[in-house]
Nanobody, 125 residues
Framework: VQLQASGGGLVQAGASLRLSCAAS????????MGWFRQAPGKEREFVAV????????LYADSVKGRFTISRDNAKNTVYLQMNSLKPEDTAVYYC???????????????????WGQGTQVTVSS
């Protein structure tokens, strides 16, 4: 599976961005999809995950209520809508996929089978 993330950019605090991650080469609807981010000098951290059926999502506490993960299985694409962006959201954002994830163990996305390349998000104050 190849994952291609896009949609990053430079915005001011309070603005919104939508990231996209297009998948190819696999059965997209069978994968749980997640977003992660890595800020300079920090470890990569989990941001959000969505179950393959789209009905279950989980978020990191730091983004809950501001970010929304969604997917379009017809377009083989997962999205991350980011609202009310803060300077601390500045990071390289990565999408990831993992097969065989059951609804009760969505956080197994933290060990994904596939990673996409990153897209830079920079939020100025």
């Amino acid at each position: 599976v190849q994952l291609q993330a896009s949609g990053g950019g430079l915005v001011q605090a309070g603005a919104s961005l939508r990231l996209s991650c297009a998948a190819s080469g696999g059965t997209f609807r069978s994968y749980a999809m997640g977003w992660f981010r890595q800020a300079p000098g920090k470890e990569r951290e989990f941001v959000a995950v969505i179950h393959r059926s789209s009905d279950i999502t989980l978020y990191a506490d730091s983004v809950k209520g501001r970010f929304t993960i969604s997917r379009d299985n017809a377009k083989n694409t997962v999205y991350l809508q980011m609202n009310s962006l803060k300077p601390e959201d500045t990071a390289v954002y990565y999408c990831a996929a993992r097969g065989g994830v059951i609804a009760s163990n969505l956080l197994s996305i933290k060990s994904p089978h596939y990673w996409g390349q990153g897209t830079q998000v920079t939020v100025s104050s």
